[in-house]
């Protein structure tokens, strides 16, 4: 067994490793580009939504006020008349990504930390290579990827897009293996 307090190195040295292959994904690579589509008429369409003042959360249309009213007869015809959605709303202002940016590193401490546990409690000092890469690695892999299908079971994200963010954590997975595995105490 490794104290998780010995594995403070490889969890941020991962981070930083997930952070720059997560960046290069995104800022190179380019294949996330068309995960959103445009709408049609996109002002009119924001110009519309503006007049009601919406406030930033997270929002679905049609909305049943309970269980008993989605059978309602009237909200069935409001859901078979469509077009029916789930919309995130924002705030105006900053266009800045300075702070999901920290918060992407922050998660991926947390899942650096996780994989020293699951890792840390399997193996003991001196573990092979391979040893640790499979503990870390699977661990990491199921924090990065397994999450996100459940937008794509109930808010019917494109499985192309879960596919393609399934593949990004495969990438982070690996990384963050290999780091444990390079960096583990000997």
């Not at 049609?62 to 009213?69: F, G, I, Q, T």
């Amino acid at each position: 067994m490794v104290p998780i307090l010995s594995l403070w190195l490889p969890i941020l040295v991962s981070a930083v490793f997930v952070f720059v292959v997560s960046s290069l994904i995104h800022m190179l690579l380019g294949y996330h580009a068309n995960d959103y589509r445009k709408l049609p008429d996109e002002d009119a369409v924001i110009d519309a939504l503006r007049k009601f003042n919406i406030r930033g959360g997270q929002y679905s249309a049609p909305r049943a006020a309970s269980m008993k009213d989605m059978n309602s007869p009237e909200f069935q015809a409001r859901v078979k008349k469509g077009p029916s959605f789930m919309l995130t709303i924002w705030p105006g202002g900053s266009t800045s990504m300075a702070g999901s940016l920290f918060q992407w590193f922050v998660y991926s401490v947390i899942v650096g930390i996780f994989a020293a546990y699951v890792a840390g409690r399997a193996l003991g000092p001196d573990a092979h290579y391979l040893a640790v890469f499979r503990f870390a690695g699977v661990t990491a892999f199921v924090a990065y990827a397994l999450g996100g299908w459940q937008e794509s079971i109930w808010y019917k994200r494109p499985v192309s897009v879960s596919l393609k963010n399934t593949f990004d954590a495969l990438l982070y997975a690996l990384v963050t293996a290999g780091t444990f595995g390079w960096l583990w105490p000997r």
